[in-house]
């Protein structure tokens, strides 16, 4: 069968992207070549617009070089792991946002009493390395502490509105009204010191000033860019929370070239932004026979076999990580925890975004020990 989570063969899906800009065809060997090519253009050409010099640490942190790169080797370090079941410690968020984050919880709590937990809920995210302990504890007090009333933004596709969900549910214990996934309105997540959280839908990271009217006034289905690189905009948000689809119709030297202008544009309008950039994920056909975690990330043959290109999604990841990390920003690595959890998707057709509580929630807790280990160096 083609992938180890399947319970029964299953017809692979038809759509499939330019068959150019995929590289099925191709043995392990040479993805990876062409993965180390892709890693040196984009090197090199992130070089010519963030010169080494002047980009040593990471930007909107009092970080020092050294500490710059210590930083970068535990985030590594904490991304690379297994998910242990362990009920007792498993980390849960209440989801108190959009319902159909909730619709595991709501399914399941239907034949289930409420002191029972889903099967996907039990698990804990755990590194390999002993010399990176991620703390499990996460305090929404002490965070924004950490934060220090700076707002963040969060920009990407719709997949990436999920963290929106997440930073919410940890931070607050309300819900909140969010009209559409497009473009939402920024809500408060700290209160003694006021501090904003914003989600703009832009597919592409884009660095479009205006929204341009392509279809009688709405967006397209396929690409959504509502514009977040105005001088206003970032001035007002100095965190910003990246994640770009890797599976549109661009090819490799194009997807390096917009997100090197991209980040240009960025550090150009707002020097000192603080930008996390988070890896995009690949999804799960036929989630819904996933009954646990994968013990080992796919194979490369295994990978090859995705639809939607997402068989190229660790290749434009690794792009990503080059420009991100010269341009002074952090490339956070959740995908490496992701990917291995073809459980808890949302199903009936989603096998991308998780219900939440869920696999997801574990991110929170990376993200939270992301500001704990910033402050160390302020």
């Known amino acids: 069968m083609d992938f180890p989570w399947y319970q029964r063969p299953h017809t692979r899906p038809q759509f499939r992207p330019n068959i150019d800009l995929l590289s099925t065809d191709l043995s392990a060997k040479d993805r990876r070549i062409l993965l180390e090519k892709a890693i040196l253009q984009a090197k090199k050409l992130a070089l010519r617009k963030f010169p080494a010099a002047e980009y ?58 409420e002191s029972e937990k889903r099967e996907e809920t039990k698990y804990v995210w755990k590194p390999y390395s002993q010399a990176c302990p991620v703390s499990r504890k996460v305090s929404s007090a002490r965070w924004c502490k950490l934060l220090k009333g700076r707002n963040m933004l969060l920009v990407g596709d719709l997949a990436h509105y999920q963290y929106h969900e997440l930073f919410l549910d940890t931070f607050r214990d309300d819900p909140t009204v969010c009209f559409g996934e497009l473009n939402c309105k920024d809500h408060t997540i700290c209160k003694h010191k006021d ?21 009688q006034g709405h967006p397209l289905a396929n690409i959504v860019e509502w514009p ?98 010269a341009s002074g920003g952090i490339y956070l690595d959740l995908a490496a925890m992701t990917d291995l959890r073809p459980d808890g998707h949302i199903g009936q057709g989603d096998c991308l975004r998780y219900c939440i509580p869920g696999p997801l929630d574990a991110t929170m807790q990376i993200y939270y020990n992301v500001f704990l280990e910033l402050e160390k160096g302020a």
């Open 56 to 113: 040593t640490t990471i930007r909107g942190t009092n970080l020092t070089a050294t500490q710059t790169a210590a930083f970068r080797e535990k985030l590594t370090c904490w991304t690379m792991g297994q998910w242990i079941r362990d009920e007792q410690n498993s980390f849960r968020l209440k989801h108190l946002q959009e319902p159909i984050y909730s619709s595991c919880d709501h399914k399941f709590y239907k034949t289930h009493k």
């Open 195 to 215: 501090t904003r959280l914003r989600y703009v839908r832009n597919d592409i990271l884009s660095t479009i000033r205006k929204f341009h009217n392509r279809d």
């Open 228 to 325: 977040f690189v105005s001088s206003n905009m970032l001035s007002s948000y100095p965190i910003l929370i990246l994640s770009r689809t890797t599976q549109l119709d661009d090819n490799d030297v194009l997807f390096t070239r917009r997100l090197i202008h991209t980040m240009k544009v960025i550090r150009e309008t707002s020097p000192d932004a603080l930008v996390i950039y988070q890896s995009s994920s690949i999804g799960h056909p036929f989630c819904q026979d996933a009954e646990r975690p994968l013990s080992k990330e796919l194979s490369d043959d295994e990978l090859k076999r995705l639809p939607y290109g997402w068989s190229e999604t660790k290749r434009r990841n690794a792009i990503a990580k080059t420009i991100v990390e």
